[in-house]
């Protein structure tokens, strides 16, 4: 069953139209990578899954309409969204970001649970606690924005190019990270990525857009084992 769904979504910024009718599912406890050109679309798409931009059409969360939804309120529904250059606010300390992103859990020793089941994806974060954000290297800033996403408890996290700026190791960490939130925890994952091998190899089910459109769609594997789609729509 799909746990979020867009029906023909379309999204502009002012007068143009950028995202021309999408149509997505995303299944309970999978991976979904949003692949495509620079342009293409990926942005948009998370953020009008999110309310972040304006649009028509359908989105559907647990079969419930959220088209239209302010961003905050998509968010206590349980969406996560970790934006393009990861949002971590770097004058706050690592603690105090943590902390904002649970800001949708009253509940205090939720909270405080949560944080411990983080801590044991990113053990360094005990020691960097009290730090400025802005001090950590851009590797550990993506972990703590996906760590922030995750204090909220999401059943979905939609992350924009997580792996923008980062060394390939980094990269597979993260990627590592991912897959076990999404196996162990059953966090249901939307990522959009320029790096189309790594993001194919993480996900179960591929969208590659071109121009605000679902250029193809399908199994990764079948996308990554496919040579002729890959060169074509994919580059590589
Ligand atoms: N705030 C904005 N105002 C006007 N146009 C925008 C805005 N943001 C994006 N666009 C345009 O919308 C289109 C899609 O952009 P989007 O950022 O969604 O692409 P993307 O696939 O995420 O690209 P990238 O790989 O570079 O991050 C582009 O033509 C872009 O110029
Ligand atoms: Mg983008």
């Not at 999404?182 to 091998?197: K, L, P």
Request: net charge neutral.
């Amino acid at each position: 069953m799909a746990l979020l769904e867009a029906r023909k979504l379309y999204a502009r910024y002012g007068e143009s139209d950028v995202l021309h009718g999408i149509d997505l599912e995303v299944a309970q406890g999978s991976i979904v990578a949003l692949l495509g050109a620079n342009g293409s679309g990926k942005t948009t798409t998370l953020r009008a899954l999110t309310g972040g931009v304006r649009t028509s059409g359908n989105v559907l969360f647990d079969d419930r309409e959220i088209a239209g939804l302010p961003p905050e309120a998509v968010a206590r529904l349980g969406i996560a969204h970790v934006p393009e250059g990861r949002g971590t606010l770097g004058s706050f300390t690592v603690r105090e970001n943590l902390s904002m992103g649970a800001y949708t859990i009253k509940d205090g020793k939720r909270s405080k649970a949560r944080y411990e089941k983080l801590v044991g994806y990113f053990p360094w974060l005990v020691d960097r606690r009290e730090q400025p954000a802005g001090l950590l290297s851009g590797g550990e800033q993506q972990m703590l924005a996906i760590a922030r996403a995750l204090m909220m408890e999401p059943r979905v996290i939609l992350l924009d190019e997580p792996s923008l700026g980062l060394a390939p190791i980094i990269v597979k960490r993260i990627f590592e990270i991912l897959r076990t939130i999404n196996r162990e925890d059953g966090v249901t994952i939307v990522i959009a990525e320029q790096d189309a091998a790594a993001a194919l190899a993480l996900a179960d089910t591929a969208y590659v857009l071109e121009v605000g459109r679902v250029a193809i769609s399908g199994p990764s594997a079948d996308l990554a084992g496919n040579e002729q789609l890959r060169k074509s729509y994919l580059g590589y």
